[in-house]
């Protein structure tokens, strides 16, 4: 065989056998579920929030990858745990209508700590007002529950209600006990082959929960106070480590950014939009929201959005 002949076939019997390779490789590299998680906009009247609030979602619109929908992870307006009805509807009032104008997307709500009204206002407690506690936050963003789930492709999103109301005063970083009931039948619905995420305000586990007030104790020691991070982490961990398709657990609340893996399980917490409450950076982290892509097979990646 001359040596032309023996080069064309050589390059051809190589080159069919990586076409098969190169198919496969193509056919089972999915497209992720791609979307934006924006947590702790905390909107309040003003200038600089209102113009940061419709900037971050203009940008997440003018993205080059689009996503798929939007995840609003909590503390959506600045306080009405302590404000009267009047400041609440306003903050809502506003928030609502700059979603409305600069959103086209889907969007799945989160309850933040500051979504809650009335648990620290101290004179006359409107307890008995039909909207106290998490009812207006509900009803204002259509939720069709305080913790809910859906699915998307081969993900089954849980949202968590992760803020109740401590009895001896503020609030802790846990779920109820009827929330944990319905948690349990959840997973156990969820097929094996379908990969979990879960969103919660305050972050299930996180680093810069014991990082929040930039400084050690007394005695050197770091604090995680009990409405920094989830309080029943032992018992969510118990939870967890009977169903390994849960892979992901997305967070705010700290206006901090960490990454972290705990027994094959991704923890994300992902900033603030408002950064330090609108007054620029906190701490190390600019106003920012995230890019979560998860994959079918059960990985993901996320990447932090500068937005103005």
């Not at 003003?46 to 419709?54: D, N, R």
């Not at 959103?103 to 979504?115: A, M, R």
């Not at 005063?169 to 997973?187: A, T």
């Not at 680093?207 to 007394?218: M, P, R, S, V």
């Amino acid at each position: 065989m001359k040596r032309k002949t023996f080069l064309q076939t050589t390059a051809a019997v190589i080159g069919s056998g990586l076409l098969p390779s190169l198919s496969f490789a193509s056919e089972s590299k999915k497209k992720p579920i791609r979307f934006a998680h924006l947590t702790d906009i905390h909107m309040k009247p003003g200038a600089i929030p209102e113009a940061g609030m419709a900037k971050a979602f203009q940008h997440v619109q003018q993205l080059d990858s689009k996503v798929d929908f939007i995840i609003n992870g909590g503390d959506a307006i600045m306080d009405s745990l302590e404000a009267d009805k009047q400041k609440t509807q306003v903050q809502w009032d506003l928030f609502k209508n700059i979603l409305q104008k600069e959103n086209s997307l889907p969007i799945y709500h989160t309850i933040g700590n500051h979504d809650v009204w009335g648990w620290f206002i101290k004179e006359q407690k409107p307890e008995n007002d039909r909207l106290y506690g998490k009812v207006w936050v509900v009803e204002t963003l259509a939720m069709k529950n305080r913790f809910y789930s859906f699915t998307n492709r081969q993900w089954h999103f849980i949202v968590l209600d992760s803020t109740q109301l401590n009895p001896a005063g503020g609030y802790i970083g846990k779920i109820d006990d009827s929330q944990l009931e319905w948690l349990q039948q959840e997973l156990q619905n969820v097929p094996p082959s379908t990969f979990i995420c879960f969103v919660s305000h305050i972050p299930i586990l996180s680093i810069c929960a014991g990082l929040f007030f930039d400084k050690t104790e007394a005695n050197g020691d770091l604090k995680i106070q009990r409405n920094l991070m989830h309080s029943d982490f032992f018992t969510l961990k118990k939870l967890f480590g009977k169903y390994p398709n849960i892979k992901v657990c997305i967070s705010g609340h700290i206006h901090l950014q960490d990454e972290l893996t705990y027994l094959g399980i991704k923890y994300y917490c992902n900033g603030a939009i408002s950064g330090n409450w609108w007054k620029g950076a906190f701490q190390e982290f600019a106003p920012a929201y995230a890019v979560m892509e998860l994959f079918d097979d059960g990985s993901s990646k996320r990447t932090m959005m500068k937005y103005e």
